[in-house]
């Protein structure tokens, strides 16, 4: 019954939305002209909607994105299984921009399923609507508290925060004796937010004393209240959940005024651009990934050696995890021998993968369960924390 109420919404949605398919301009197209038909041969071809932050503050997290899409592309469009075509978009990291792409993409009937978008404040809008008209849609970067609990049709391979940051705690913890810590957190984003809820209830139920919790916007450039307080009380610890942006800023302006404590960050913190805008100041930052660039694993080192010689830098997290989900995209693909959104997803449901991140499988939400790797910001370099 739920399907056939989406196969209506789905009909309804593409009758309302057909002026702004039409007006909308074309989105980057990666790959062949994958026509969503099955080829004489068998191959099933299919195109597969991105919706990515590529434009704006945050831009480097949709950059490293679509460049790990556009590398597994490649790869799994040369062993001839599957073809895949890319509809890639741009958000903004806005809200209204992400869903007026995703409804683009959705409105098209070759499009079988949606990668992204990047944010998890994207995909609070996003995925409802995806939900509602039966598209599949994975976050390779959605780590917030309840994304696969939007819907059937929701997935992700990110992991999540719930998983990450108690881990960071537990090492910090375990490292330093801490036993007093200060939360710093962005309050107009559903992302740092739902880090800051899961930074309270671990320190909380870890019992360490929360000295002070102290709040920022998107955008913010100085944070010499908040900083100010933090240094007063001499804490063990600081928790911060911000963006890449936000974060390194946050970073540096603490060691300009002796604050030298560690940070433990939520997942914001997980790129390379948190040490090019802080530079030394990033030392001492404390994070969980599943993505550990070093780790000496001949599939992690072909795809690390295989990035770098296309982009000419490592690949961070958010490349790896949107690697390994187009692989998980083109195991259902195969699967599912169709390109048919409904049974792409039951086939996408019970993928088992070994990937670049590891072993890899959904539960029954949809969610993903992993051991995280703990890292540390040394020299300019992330490496894992002992």
Same mark, same amino acid.
């Given at each position: #019954?739920?399907?056939? &109420? ?10 309302? #939305? ?12 990666? !790959? ?32 490293? &994105? ?17 073809? &895949?075509?890319?509809? &890639?978009?741009?958000?903004? =990291? ?11 993409? #959705? ?15 994207? @995909? ?15 976050? %390779?970067? %959605? %780590? ?21 940051? +108690? ?46 919790? *102290? ?5 913010? !450039? ?5 900083? %100010? ?5 001499? +804490? ?9 942006? $936000?974060?390194?800023?946050? #970073?540096?302006?603490?060691?300009? @005024? ?13 790129? +390379? ?5 802080? =530079? ?27 990035? *770098? ?5 490592? +690949? ?14 083109? $195991? ?32 029954? $939400? ?21």
């Amino acid at each position: #019954m739920k399907r056939t &109420i989406k196969k209506v919404a789905q009909f309804s949605a593409l009758a309302s #939305m057909l002026a702004l398919a039409a007006c909308g301009g074309g989105g980057e197209q990666t !790959s062949g002209e994958a026509d969503g038909q099955a080829t004489d041969g068998g191959v099933v071809k299919a195109d597969i909607g991105v919706v990515s932050y590529l434009s704006g503050s945050g831009a480097a997290y949709g950059e490293a &994105i679509t460049s790990g899409l556009e590398l597994a592309l490649e790869e799994i469009n040369a062993k001839g299984e599957v073809e &895949i075509n890319l509809i &890639i978009e741009d958000s903004a =990291g806005k809200q209204d921009q992400a869903l007026t792409a995703a409804q683009k993409l #959705m409105n098209s009937e070759n499009v079988t399923a949606l990668i992204g978008p990047t944010l998890s404040t994207e @995909m609070n809008v996003v995925g409802p609507e995806a939900d509602l008209n039966g598209v599949p849609t994975i976050g %390779t970067s %959605t %780590t917030a508290e309840g994304i696969p609990q939007i819907g059937e049709y929701i997935f992700r391979n990110s992991l999540p925060e719930a998983l990450a940051i +108690p881990a960071s705690i537990d090492k910090a913890i375990e490292k330093y004796d801490a036993k007093k810590v200060a939360i710093l957190y962005g309050n107009d984003d559903v992302f740092t937010k739902s880090g800051f809820d899961t930074m309270k209830a671990a320190a909380e139920e870890k019992g360490l004393e929360i000295l002070t919790i *102290e709040t920022f916007q998107k955008g913010q !450039s100085d944070y010499n209240a908040q900083l %100010t307080k933090i240094k007063g009380l001499n +804490p063990d610890l600081i928790l911060a959940s911000a963006l890449y942006n $936000e974060g390194a800023v946050i #970073m540096d302006q603490a060691r300009k @005024m002796g604050i030298d404590v560690p940070f433990v960050g939520g997942n914001g913190f997980n790129s +390379p651009e948190v040490i090019e805008i802080a =530079g030394d100041a990033a030392d001492g930052l404390i994070v969980a990934t599943p993505w550990y660039a070093e780790k000496d694993d001949p599939k992690v080192q072909e795809f690390v050696s295989k990035f *770098e010689e296309k982009y000419g830098k490592k +690949p961070d997290q958010f490349a790896a995890q949107a690697y390994d989900a187009l692989y998980i995209y083109a $195991e259902a693909l195969k699967n599912a021998g169709s390109n048919d959104r409904d049974a792409f997803r039951d086939a996408l449901a019970e993928v088992k993968i070994t990937g670049i991140l590891g072993d890899f499988a959904f539960d029954a $939400e949809g969610d993903v369960i992993m051991t995280p790797t703990v890292l540390v910001i040394e020299d300019g370099a992330f490496k894992v924390f002992e």
